[in-house]
Structure formats: structure tokens, C-alpha cells
């Protein structure tokens, strides 16, 4: 992973000192509440429904394990031992006291971390695929692209003032993990007919009050012209984006208002006043920075691995998490491993101080002293040898990171909601804790197979609820809390916004609507069918009819006559 130079040491010391200067003089009553306000988010600073909210920058999801133990000891000293990770590639503190931000910030800057440009009305932390470098299906690594564009974006002054908060990702391999096309710019990485490295680009996309694809406005864009391309799109959205309506000042607004062809016309024209001009990226700069990302010294080991079988075998519980939580690598004899966050006592994302370090011991130990953060929440061990996944599984299992749902229903992606955060319609935290426990046997799980759910506390969808093959909106009606829900998203290659049900519900609900929804797909999936291949397949109205038609029942012997009942 990409290691500071000096210059960069420099440049996040000198923000600490700037910052450490701007909350001494807030405090001593020379710099207003409201002049304090876009200081303290230019460096990821919110405040909150109970105390202040500070958002730390994961550049493309990676951590060293020296990171992790200091994340880990700030939670554990200046917060309530547990770090939250973001669908962003961001890890959020949600009660450090305002007064102790600054010596926070300077003791992540002793690890090469900040929080620079993760608010505000800037280009915020670009983010790419949790499986970047060892993917089997990648076409080509993409992390170095994501350094490039940080390098680029973090305190370019033409940028920082945008009209609205500007969002990059990055996909390189053959199946999307990074959602571009929910973006503001997406990024997917193709080969021309030479092996050359390029673009496809993709511009306003976007979720929130305003879900939207975004759209395709070049086919390919060479390697060498990817700041320039950027700095054109970002240029015309300067100028044309609106500024006297937050609610309508993101880029996929002006996209929407010019249309793809003409925004993608005035992108080009921009383009033809700096395409060979001193932003070209060179081979040379392109080779300094994915120096930092060669791989790592891989054993030379097998794939064929007699005693992790036997184990398989053994250990219906190992076979379950091998199934689920280990993903292919590129390197023969290595897996990639997803440790969950997803236990059912504890917020989703969240991590406890002894489990982040116990998972840096674990980085050291079985993969190069690295982890990732991916868009589900969960963090990544992404270079494990497989003849120690076994003995991984045995320690995960015994700290509570060893849940066997990647991927299916209990898996889901949710925002801190109402619990802390002052924009939230509605709890979000109680909402998914609630599902789990009502649908979180494993056999049940395993049978229904791939389905996603996902829960926003808000419009403005930290959940990613539009994308969830079964998404859960928090809204307010006079006071009270409800609970619109959607089915039909989805994320990856085919991602589409999905479609709302109907009026929304109480809280206490929820849980039986998400389970009829399943008992649908239960009752008519075809063979090989998943979830969401069921609803294209039947359309929304079977599903409306049973959520608006059947009783609510609380027979406690519901899963055994349902499981029963579908075989």
C-alpha cells in the first residue's frame, strides 16, 4: 500500500496544525460556531444528535496493522472502544469530545491517516473493490489509479468549493464490486485491442433524494489522460452545477437537466483545452506509484490442500464459513478472507478495540499485515494462505467474526441511523438487529441463498437502500418513526434502483414484512434461481399482495412449519 513521503508527512502535519490552531481559538471564544463550521468539516468533523461524529479517511479501503492498532487505541481512549466502517471506505469515532479532535487527529497522522476532504462540498475518498490486487476475474489493479486520483483531488483549491459533495470510484476487475454506476464519476477499467489500460466513464450517478444511473459519456479513455478527463467533468460541473438548492446541486442533477450527449459534448470541449497539457499522466509517475503495490512474497503453495477437505467435512460450521467467507484469489494457494462484522448482538460495521486488535495480530500473522474495508461493512484479510484458514476460522470464531452470512440476508448494509445521527428519520441499528434475530438460523439463511438488504436512516441513503434486493427507509410521519420498504435493487454490473412496495410501515413490522418478502421467492423459485431472479421473473405485485394482504401471525414455531413446508 502507498507509503507518505515527506512532502505528504508534511502536508498532514501541517493540517493538524492548522486544526489544533482553529479549535483553540473556537474555544477561546475568537472563532464563531459558524465560522468554525466549514473548518471543522474540511476535516470530517460533524456534530451529531449526542456528540461529535469524526469521519477518518481508509484511501481505497487499506489498512496497515499498524493503522488498525491505533484506530483501535484512539476508540479505546478517547471514544467508547469500537470503530464504525462506512460503505465508503471511511471508519467514523461517533463520542470523541469536540476538545480532543485535534490531539485525535494528530495521532493518526503518526500513522499516515487523516480525516482531510471526508465532508464537505469537496472530492471525498475514491473507492474501489475490496479484492483489488488479488481478484481472480481483475483485469487490471486499480489501486494505483485510486492513488493517482487522490493525490490529485486531496487540497486541489480548484475543487474545494464545489456545490455539493463530489464522489469517484473505481472498478478493474469483470465484475463490479465498487458500484460505479451509483457514483458521481465511475471509473471501469477495460483493455483496448493493444493490452493498454483505459477508462470507461460514467458520470452522475448517484443515490439519496434523487437515486440515479449514472450515464456513459466515453466509451475509452486512455490511461494517460485520467486526470485531465476529471479535471474536465469537475471543471463544468463547477460552472453550470446549481448552487442555490442543496437538494439539487449533485452532479447527476446537472447531468439529468443537460442530458448525457450535451453534458458529455461540454466535457470534451473543456477537454480540448488540457488534454496534452502538464496534468498528462507520463509512464514514468504511473510506475512511481504502483511501485507501492507490487505484490507481496507469496509462497509458492498449492491449491490442492488435502487437509482443509478433510476439515470441511468435519466442521459443518468451517464448511459454511469456507463457503461464504473465503473468495478466489489470483495467486495459487491463497484465499481471500471476509471476517465479518455482522454479529448479531453488536451495530453492523461495528468493531470492538480488542476485535480491530486482535484482526491487526491476525494481518500480521496470515496476510502481510494487511487488511481492506469493503462497501458491505466488513473488513478483508486479503492474502491467506489456505492451509491456514482453518486455524483463522478457529481464533474469528471464538472473538465473534466468524459469522457465515456473506452475501445472504443477515449480511446487510446499514448507516448508524437515529441512534446518533442528527439527519436520521429513524433508528436504523434496532431495525437490522431485530431482522436478524428473527431470520438469522443459518439452515434458513443458506437455503434462501444470495439476497441483499439494505437500511438507510435517512434519504440520504448511507445504507444504500435504493441497491438492496430488499431495501428498508427510514421516515418520519408526524413525529413517529415508519419504515418504507423497496425490493428489486441491486448492485454490481446490472445495478438498478429498486422499486417501493407501498405505504410504509411501523417499526415492529418490519421484520415480518422482510419475511414474507422471502417467503415469496420461497414458495416460486425455479431451480438455481436467487431472490432477485424470482421478482424479475414475477414482477412486484405477488409480493405487495402478501405484505399488504396476510395477517401479521407471532407463532413461535413460524420457521419450522415455513422450513417444513418449502422442503
Partial sequence: MYQYDEFDQAMIDQRVAQFTDQMQRHFAGELSVDDLRPLRLQNGLYIQRHAPMFRIAVPYGMLNSKQMRKLADIARRYDRSYVHFTTRHNCQYNWIPLEDTPAVLAELATVQMHSIQTSGNDVRNTTTDQFAGVAADEIADPRPWCEIIRQWSTFNPEFAYLPRKFKIAVNGAATDRTVIQVNDIGLDMKLDENGEVGFRVLVGGGLGRTPIIGSLIREFLPWQHLITYLESILRVYNRYGRRDNSFKARIKILVKALGPEEFARQVE?????????????????????????????????????????????????????????????????????????????????????????????????????????????????????????????????????????????????????????????????????????????????????????????????????????????????????????????????????????????????????VEQLIDVYLENRLDGERFIDTFDRLGIEPYKERVYGTPHTNNPTQLQQRKVANG
Fill in 269 to 513: 470541449e473543456e477537454w480540448q483545452h488540457v488534454k496534452d497539457g502538464p496534468a498528462t499522466l507520463t509512464a514514468e509517475e504511473v510506475a512511481r506509484i504502483s511501485r507501492h503495490f507490487t505484490p507481496p512474497a507469496y509462497a509458492t503453495l498449492s491449491d490442492d490442500v488435502p487437509e482443509l477437505e478433510a476439515q470441511r467435512q468435519q466442521h459443518k460450521a468451517f464448511a459454511r464459513w469456507l463457503e461464504r467467507n473465503t473468495h478466489p484469489h489470483k495467486v495459487p494457494g491463497y484465499a481471500a478472507v471476509t471476517v465479518s462484522l455482522k454479529a448479531y448482538d453488536q451495530a453492523t460495521g461495528n468493531v470492538s478495540s480488542d476485535q480491530l486488535e486482535l484482526l491487526a495480530d491476525l494481518a500480521d500473522r496470515y496476510s502481510f499485515g494487511e487488511a481492506r474495508v469493503s462497501h458491505e461493512q466488513n473488513l478483508i484479510l486479503a492474502d491467506v494462505p489456505k492451509q491456514a484458514l482453518y486455524n483463522l476460522w478457529q481464533i474469528l470464531r471464538s472473538h465473534k467474526l466468524a459469522t457465515s452470512t456473506v452475501g445472504l440476508l443477515t449480511d446487510i448494509i446499514c448507516c448508524p441511523g437515529g441512534d446518533v445521527c442528527a439527519l436520521a428519520n429513524a433508528k436504523s441499528t434496532p431495525i437490522s438487529m431485530a431482522i436478524q434475530q428473527r431470520l438469522g438460523d443459518l439452515d434458513y439463511l443458506h437455503d434462501i441463498g444470495d439476497v441483499s438488504l439494505n437500511i438507510s436512516g435517512c434519504m440520504n441513503a448511507c445504507g444504500h437502500h435504493h441497491i438492496g434486493n430488499i431495501g428498508v427507509l427510514g421516515v418520519d410521519k408526524k413525529g413517529e418513526e415508519w419504515y418504507q420498504v423497496s425490493i428489486g435493487g441491486r448492485q454490481g454490473n446490472d445495478t438498478r434502483l429498486g422499486k417501493i412496495l407501498g405505504p410504509s410501515f411501523a417499526a415492529d413490522d418490519v421484520p415480518r414484512v
